[in-house]
């Protein structure tokens, strides 16, 4: 079976400084797709970034960016220009390729600081 | 364009009463998978519902079951409950069909409490 882990359970930076987030996951599927979900307090789980194991370039969206390493089974995600907004639960998710399995890690709590 | 929506909000049962909890996917999705996710921790999939039936299932006992209406609705019930069954309960809907891996749009939640 699949396992994501998210070692850094809490996290806090500065606004307006860069922070990285953590995932490791482990799988013998060649082709498969990551995401980062971010979960505000009491709000809506919203998809962040994907990525798909046979892109090699790494997903970038706005502020959020991904480091994929594939050989290492790394996918960490990089905030940029750290907002107050970007509070939240930060879940690193695996898909299998066919699309019917999910797993999540267990999280990260992002805080940021004024 | 309506997203995901999910209902009820919250819901108190108590121990070995059953619960159904109902999902309706975002527009243009078919496919309808259900989470468990326990207080500080990540969700835990349940099962997936395409085409009115039960694609895959996660490592959850039959107590909990669902169900795929024709409008692409999805119910889930869980039967017996335990104090465990405490949790808030996701429905995400993607895409589905065959070789097709759409990214999954997550509701807000049901939360669910067992006394």
């Known amino acids: 079976a699949q396992t994501v882990t998210q070692s850094q359970p809490e996290m806090s930076v500065q606004e307006a400084e860069t922070v990285t987030l953590s995932c490791t996951y482990d799988?013998?599927?060649?082709?498969?797709?990551l995401f980062w979900y971010k979960q505000p307090p009491s709000r809506q789980m919203i998809l962040v970034i994907r990525q798909e194991a046979y892109k090699q370039q790494n997903a970038t969206e706005n502020r959020f960016s991904v480091n994929f390493q594939k050989a290492a089974k790394s996918f960490s995600l990089k905030i940029s220009d750290s907002q107050l907004g970007d509070t939240a639960m930060y879940f690193c998710?695996?898909?299998?390729?066919?699309?019917?399995?999910?797993?999540f890690g267990t999280g990260t709590s992002l805080t940021v600081i004024p | 364009d309506a997203g995901v929506t999910q209902s009820p909000t919250h819901l108190i049962k108590t121990r070995g009463q059953q619960v159904t909890l109902r999902c309706s996917p975002k527009?243009?999705?078919?496919?309808v998978s259900w989470y468990q996710q326990a207080l500080g921790q990540g969700p835990q999939f349940i099962f997936q519902y395409y085409e009115e039936e039960e694609r895959q299932r996660g490592n959850f006992p039959d107590r909990f079951s669902g169900h795929q209406f024709p409008n692409y609705s999805s119910e889930l019930n869980v039967n017996a409950l335990l104090l465990g069954d405490s949790a808030l309960y996701l429905c995400?809907?993607?895409?589905?069909?065959?070789?097709?891996?759409?990214?999954?749009?997550f509701g807000p939640g049901t939360r669910l409490t067992v006394l």
């Open positions: 995400a809907s993607s895409l589905g069909g065959q070789g097709v891996t759409d990214t999954q749009y």
């Open positions: 998710a695996f898909m299998n390729p066919t699309g019917n399995q999910f797993y």
């Open positions: 527009s243009g999705h078919d496919t």
């Open positions: 799988t013998s599927e060649s082709n498969y797709y």
